[in-house]
Antibody, heavy 119, light 108 residues
Framework: DVQLVESGGGVVQPGGSLRLSCAAS????????MNWVRQAPGKGLEWLSY????????YYADSVKGRFTISRNNAKSSLYLQMNSLRTEDTAVYYC????????????WGQGTLVTVSS | EIELTQSPGTLSLSPGERATLSCRAS???????FGWFQQKPGQPPRLLIY???SRATGIPDRFSGSGSGTDFTLTISRLEPGDFAVYYC?????????FGPGTKVEIK
């Protein structure tokens, strides 16, 4: 079965950093593009970042550009999100989502990891 | 950035009724890169529809999608108790990819 498991969330002070991980299993990770999406408490979904299968094509939402960095390690079947200069408005559940490319997208999601930015 | 607007914000219906959800884009979206998701409290989103009208694996045929250009629709032909949830549209045609604000389908 396809599984995506996020980890690395927690409580951090404004201006701090966190690194989220997404461990993939049940499919050939290196063949799939990936995304990060977040959801602030009681709010809607916000797409954050995309990475292609080799990590060369990367996109970011304006809200995180210059502060967050997406990366992947295909040998470890893992996706990462390095988050720097965190703000209170970054408080959210962070999801990774698989992207098979073509017309199918975001077909599998992890359960999410909660990031709380608070002093 | 392509902005997505969903209407209505909340839809109050009874089981067995038909639900029609709308998503309008601020500029034209390639229909190959448009989808719909369902989210229930405490759960991650679930892909329902991709490529505007193709159902994802395991999605029953009471869910259907249509549209083109700037106007897209998700129709649930006969609501079942498990269908009461929040529904989001997504365009993944142009970066930044964008979600709509969601439509909550609640029990009347």
């Amino acid at each position: 079965d396809v599984q995506l498991v996020e980890s690395g969330g927690g409580v951090v002070q404004p201006g701090g950093s966190l690194r989220l991980s997404c461990a993939a299993s049940g499919f050939t990770f290196r063949n799939y593009e990936m995304n990060w999406v977040r959801q602030a408490p009681g709010k809607g979904l916000e797409w954050l970042s995309y990475i292609d299968i080799v990590g060369k094509t990367i996109y970011y939402a304006d809200s995180v550009k210059g502060r967050f960095t997406i990366s992947r390690n295909n040998a470890k079947s893992s996706l990462y999100l390095q988050m720097n200069s965190l703000r209170t408005e970054d408080t959210a559940v962070y999801y990774c989502a698989r992207d098979p490319s073509g017309t199918v997208s975001f077909d599998y999601w992890g359960q999410g990891t909660l990031v709380t930015v608070s002093s | 950035e392509i902005e997505l607007t969903q209407s209505p914000g909340t839809l109050s219906l009874s089981p067995g009724e038909r639900a029609t959800l709308s998503c309008r884009a601020s500029q034209s979206v390639d229909s190959k890169f448009f989808g719909w998701f369902q989210q229930k409290p405490g759960q991650p989103p679930r892909l329902l529809i991709y490529g505007t009208s193709s159902r994802a694996t395991g999605i029953p045929d009471r869910f259907s999608g249509s549209g083109s250009g700037t106007d897209f629709t998700l129709t649930i032909s006969r609501l079942e108790p498990g269908d009461f949830a929040v529904y989001y549209c997504l365009q993944y045609d142009k970066s930044p990819f964008t979600f709509g604000p969601g439509t909550k389908v609640e029990i009347k």
